[in-house]
Structures are given as C-alpha cells and as structure tokens.
C-alpha cells in the first residue's frame, strides 16, 4: 500500500514513521523547499529530534509525485493551509481517492470544517467520489514518535472507508475507533484548542488544578453545546474526540494551545507567545470562525468569548477570570 502524506510537521512526519514501521510506502511533500531537504540530509525533525525517521521514508519537493498513484493521501498541513495545499494538489487526485486529514481547525472565511474545505476544493465534477475521513484524538506526535500507547478516531460518513483507515492506521501501539460524525468530531478537534489556550492561561496566572478541571469541565459544556446546536451526535463529546482531546490538549506540555496560553498569561504578549512556542496554534487560529458561529447560532460560550478578548488584548486575563467567576448564576445541567 501506498500512502503520500502532504506537511512535514511533527505530526505529519510522526505518522509517516509509524506507517513505515508498519511496513507501508511513504512518501512525505513539504511546501518547504528547505525543509524537505534538511529531512533528506538529516533524516531528523528538528521539533522531534530523538525520532528516527525510517530509511524507507520518500522525501519530495513534486506535489504532483505524492499525490499520484497512492492509496491513502494524508493530509498533515497546518489547518490554514489546507484550501491553497488542495488547490495546488486536485489536479493529481484521483477520483475515489481516500484522503485522511489530521488538521484541526475551521476556515474563518467559510466556517467549514478541514473535511468541508477539501471536498470544496475538489468540488469540480472530477472528484465526485472521493472519500474523506477525519483522524483525530488525544494524540500527541511526541508520544506517537516514542512508540507510546494512543488512541485516535477515524470518522467518516462512508462506513467502508472509515474502516480502511481504522485497518491502516491500527497497531499494537495505535488503537483505532470509528465514527459517522464527522461534524462532531471535527468540531471537537478545532474547538478544544480554543479551551486549552484558557487552560494555559489560567495555569501562567498562577491557578491551580481546581480552576484547570473547571475550564475542561466548562469548556466541553460549550463544545457540546455548540455542536448540538449545528447538528453533531450527542455521544461524540464525552468520547475521544471530544473529551479525551480536550484533556490530553488542556493539560500537557507537548501542547502548543496550553504552552501559548500559559505565556499569556505570564504577561507575554500573545503575538510574541507564538513566536516563543515556535510553531502553529491552532486555537489562536480557531478563534475568528469560534466568534463567529457564535454569533450565527446565538448560544452562551463564555470561556471562548474570554479567551478571544484576551487574544485580541481587549481585556487582561485577570480581569477575564473575574469577569468569568461573577457570570449571573446558572443551572448546571442547562446546556
């Protein structure tokens, strides 16, 4: 089997050394000129410097030679990239083609999802019946590259397909499930990273593990509810995609959300706190589509809200969290 996998990021690249380990074709396309070089002299990626990218691994630079003749197209790119990366590659996308995408996000423009956004793009009358599943779950490329035991779910309306991906994709270390609600769990992918930044801040502002339990805790409330309103499954939020991502994001210092938010809330600025992480933020990329999907469906997302204010530094964060603990009283149970 042959898989091509677009973006040689960290989990772009910690993906393509399991599936070569499990003895796959890989071949990995960067838009980065040199950073695809420097993967071909190094064989290392520098943000995963200990893992060791398997010699069977295909680098190029052809956007057209990963998309070719391929089994599985993964799509690893940065969620902004996602429309211009398919625009560049639909001509060399075959129909029918599997296309599995990682990203996390929602195009700010559209209000699509990653999934809506390629099957926009390819929405030419040439590609009427390509398949497009979701990958996602509390799964840190950190521990991927390491080998270590994760989880991840593979959703797709098409049953067929979202079982080829589980059967790829699942190892003695990698456990997939399935799932029908792409919506859902796409939702849940590009939303927890907006409640991880809160998550972040809080823990730089000094609080405790109490007011990091109350912002998951809260948070997934908001997710939920929002992805109720727009039509999602009710029991893909207390599931991996849900409420499993949003832990392992909210709480880890692999993540970048929780490493920015807690910056920001040391006092960094949150332009400079993204610049010092190094890489993307999803959430800070997240929030212009979370604002306005707010404002279409007319529901209470206060943490979101908060965090957006704090971004876009209309209000500092210890007068966010004020304003957060002195909201008028609530039923718990309300979504």
Known sequence: MKIGVLGAGTWGMALARMLANDDY??????????????LNETRVQKNLPYMVIPDAIVFTKDIE?????????????????????????KDYIRDGQIIVDVAKGIEADTLFTMSQVISDVLNDGKHENVKIVALSGPTHAEEVARDMPTTIVSACKDEEAAKKVQDVFMNTCMRVYTNDDVLGVELCGAMKNVIALAAGISAGLGYGDNAKAAIITRGMVEITRLGLKMGANKDTFPGLAGIGDLIVTATSMHSRNNRCGMLIGQGVKPTEAVNQVGMVVEGINALPAAMKLIDKYQIEMPITAMVDAIVNERIDPKTAVNALMTRDKKNETNL
């Not at 074709?25 to 420097?38: G, H, K, N, Y």
């Not at 089994?71 to 990239?81: E, G, K, R, Y």
């Open 25 to 38: 074709e890989v071949m990995v396309w960067s838009a980065l000129a040199a950073e695809i070089d420097e």
């Open 65 to 89: 030679e990963v998309c070719s003749d391929k089994d599985i197209i993964l799509s690893a790119v940065p969620s902004i990239f996602v429309r211009s990366t398919f625009e560049k590659a």
